[in-house]
């Protein structure tokens, strides 16, 4: 019962992020449960049956506050399915030793560009309006399905900074979007797991433990997708990928690093977490602090 009420809060908390920040679901959710030892394809399968509940009750509460595109969503959906049932019946194929390393390497490459991402760049606004084209987001979707499903996560993570970077859509629609397309991935992926797995090893009472956290999450997280600050959620929800994956990784057959190696590395990691964090904070609050100043001068412009 325990284990069920922290995967429920786990699957809140990860809802949180996610519907706020248009990623991180599937992989804050996934790493956990390789922690526990869970084999990785029926981790995988396991939070993607959860996904199917969140992202429809994500994606509705985000059309409920205006916050989706929905020729982003049929462009970047359609081909995000097929990706991610390609990617289901992949990782379904290969062997547990196999699996369990390459997915914390797709995880761990995950966590380091969503730390490095809004770290550094944070959320660009330009070229606000211009069209996005099939050309672009067909392939997206296709790429960002398949490491979903072979990741445990990825939707968001790739596609999210993607569309952000093209500066064409206003940061709430590219996260309500990629949000409820995800449904379409969810849905591909549980069939392609289904398919390759059956229900071995798949436990249902924790997709319902991840699912019914998300649902009590997902409408608050449409809600304050306009108030929190992305950059510092980005930094923080990308370390923790970083560090839990380095420990399954140094911890692996491959590797089987020894403590004088893990340690230090651990060590490491946590500097640059801290460290990124600190510097996302910092920069949240230098252009909260311009924004209002521009604001004042221009109301002070305005009045005279």
């Known amino acids: 019962m325990r284990s069920l009420l922290v995967l429920a809060l786990v699957g809140l908390g990860a809802q949180l992020v996610d519907g706020s920040l248009g990623m991180a679901y599937g992989v804050t959710s996934t790493t956990l449960l390789l922690a526990t030892g869970t084999n990785p394809a029926a981790a995988s399968a396991t939070v993607h049956l959860a996904e199917i509940g969140t992202t429809l009750v994500s994606g509705t509460a985000h059309w409920r506050f205006g916050n989706v595109d929905w020729r982003v969503v049929a462009r970047i959906g359609l081909p995000g399915a097929v990706g991610a049932f390609a990617g289901a019946t992949f ?4 062997s547990t030793e196999v699996a ?17 991402r809004f770290t550094f760049a944070g959320l660009p606004t330009g070229n606000l309006d211009k069209p996005l084209r099939r050309r672009f987001l067909s392939p997206l979707g296709l790429v960002a399905g398949f490491v979903d499903s072979t990741g445990g996560g990825g939707w968001g993570p790739v596609g999210t900074p993607a569309i952000l970077a093209s500066g064409r859509l206003e940061p709430r629609k590219v996260i309500g979007s990629i949000d409820t397309s995800e449904f379409l991935v969810a849905v591909a992926a549980s069939v392609g797991f289904l398919t390759g797995l ?7 009472a924790w997709a319902g433990a991840l699912l019914a956290g998300g649902v009590v999450a997902a409408p608050i997280a449409a809600w304050l997708v306009r108030h929190l600050p992305p950059r510092v959620l980005g930094s923080a929800v990308g370390g923790l990928i970083i560090l839990t994956n380095a420990r399954t990784l140094l911890t ?4 089987e690093a020894p403590g004088a190696v893990r340690y230090p590395v651990y060590a ?11 510097h996302s904070i910092r920069e949240h609050r230098r252009q909260a602090a311009t924004a ?6 221009v109301e002070e412009a305005a009045a005279a």
Do not use: C, N, R
Not at 91 to 94: E, G, K, V, Y
Not at 100 to 116: D, E, F, N, Q
């Open 91 to 94: 990782l379904s194929w290969i």
């Open 100 to 116: 369990g390393p390459l997915m914390a390497i797709i995880l761990l490459g995950l966590g380091a560009y969503v730390l490095a």
């Open 198 to 204: 059956g229900t071995a090893g798949i436990d249902l």
């Open 252 to 255: 692996s057959d491959w590797v």
């Open 268 to 278: 490491a990691v946590y500097l640059l977490w801290a460290t990124a964090l600190a």
């Open 292 to 297: 209002e100043k521009t604001a004042t001068e």
